[in-house]
């Protein structure tokens, strides 16, 4: 059950999780019955634009593939449109105010008496491993896992493009030789950052994600034998800026050919302090113009560079995916495949993440479990990646812990129409104050709050029955009056159950 957030109860499990559930779990193993495996995708900045979303330009045959085995939910979105943000309110169960999340590069510290799921999973008889970015890169949380945490070199900034490695490795050189305390953050950002694109003609292992394919793999093959259920949580770096791949999944586009953002101008009557600063991530790196909008050849490299970075990453799943099935181990495992958030491709005048727009909140989100009898199904329901951890419990069967803020959604995968969730909450911080929004089935309605003492500062509301983007702020349109007091008492009522602060 829901402990924060209001939410109609759901009808009930899906059947065939009845038999998990009705495993005799003591609070520390499982009972000896073999429940399932988990296998856990989180890829970073991923749209949701694969094949099996709708987007009949990029490819994704693998992602595709998967989706036909698994239930496919549409309307999934994120706390907060930042990687580490975002990952922490999912992997813990608690919305960004919670702890103060959204404000701590660190949140360990805030929660050490709650346990991440990888490490519920874990105490509850589960061998948990975790490969890449989870939570974020050299911030894993070390009791997520039964082995320590397993990271390609080729992850850091550092080695994210070839064409900057060089560079910065002198500059390392020089530095160190100079005496510098910290050789590598001493290199400006953007020569440490590099390119923000680039096409290599390597193989897919030469690059950090077909690495954390390799161990995956090599995980799969060592564990299959164990006694204990397995979770394995896989996180992709790819398409993360920069855009970096090999040259086969360039190769896969024609640049004549690349989709084009349908709104191009920021939503008329929108909060200023929406806009993501989409200058600034981008003069990170090299060889890139310091002013919005960008220029058509720039803009192309860049949907070029997503676009083949996502393909590059499907085939990493694939193979991992592949590997999963050649050790007879499909059937017994949940396989869930998300984002930590969305990402602008200089739709609405902006690139990157960090807003609480439709683009930057909404993930993708598959699901696959054992027996399961809606694979290859749609769900339109709302659902949240904060209700992951309590859906992932029921699913396997385990207890699930009294603080958890999200609801599970496992009974979708027993009848994928059910529409028992009103709304989905997001939020993002901007020049202390806080925009918090309320996504429903036909509109998105958002209120910016000073952090310290709550004054309202702007409020607006998108309707999305048309478009699914936004372009103009309704909010004073009396036809939709109701509407604005609705949504306003249900960011009212989260506030004071202090989900939102």
Known sequence: M??????????????????????????????????????????????????????????????????????????AYCQEAVCMASRNSMLSGFRPDARDIWTKRDVREALQDVDFFPAHFRKKGYH??????????????????????????????????????????????????????????????KIRRGMAWESLDVGDSELGDGQIADLAIDVLERTREQKDPLFLAVGFLRPHLPFVAPKKYWDLYDPEDLPQATVVDFPEGAHKEEYNRSRELL??????????PLNAKTKEKLVHGYLATVSYVDAQIGRVLKKLRDLGMEDDTIVVLTSDHGFHLGDQNMWGKATNFELSTRVPLLIKAPGMSTAGQRSASLVEL?????????????????????????????????????????????????????RTKDFRYTEWRKVEGGELIHKALFDLRDSGIETGNVVDDKSLANTVIKLSAILERERDKKALQ
């Open 2 to 75: 829901k402990t924060q957030i209001t939410r109609a109860p759901h009808g009930g499990l899906p059947a065939l999780f009845c038999l998990l559930l009705s495993l005799s779990l003591t609070a520390g193993s499982l009972d000896a019955e073999s429940p399932p495996n988990v296998l856990f995708i989180i890829v970073d900045d991923l749209r949701p634009e694969m094949g099996c979303y709708g987007a009949d330009i990029i490819k994704t045959p693998k992602i595709d593939a998967l989706a036909k085995q698994a239930l496919v939910l549409d309307r």
């Open 128 to 189: 948990s491993i975790g490969i890449g970015k989870i939570a974020h890169n050299s911030w894993e949380d070390p009791r997520c896992w039964s082995e320590k945490h397993l990271v390609p070199k080729n992850i850091g900034y550092e080695y994210r493009t070839h064409a900057g490695r060089k560079i910065v490795e002198q500059m390392q050189g020089k530095a160190k030789a100079d005496g510098k305390l910290d050789p590598f953050r001493d290199i400006p950002l």
């Open 386 to 438: 904060v209700d992951l951890y309590p859906t992932l419990c029921d699913l396997a069967g385990l207890p699930k812990p009294q603080h958890l803020q999200g609801s599970s959604f496992a009974n979708l995968l027993d009848d994928p129409k059910v529409d028992d969730q009103e709304f989905a909450l997001s939020q993002y911080p901007r020049a202390g104050s806080m925009g918090y929004s309320v």
């Open 283 to 292: 003069t990170q790196y090299r060889k890139l113009p310091k002013k919005t």
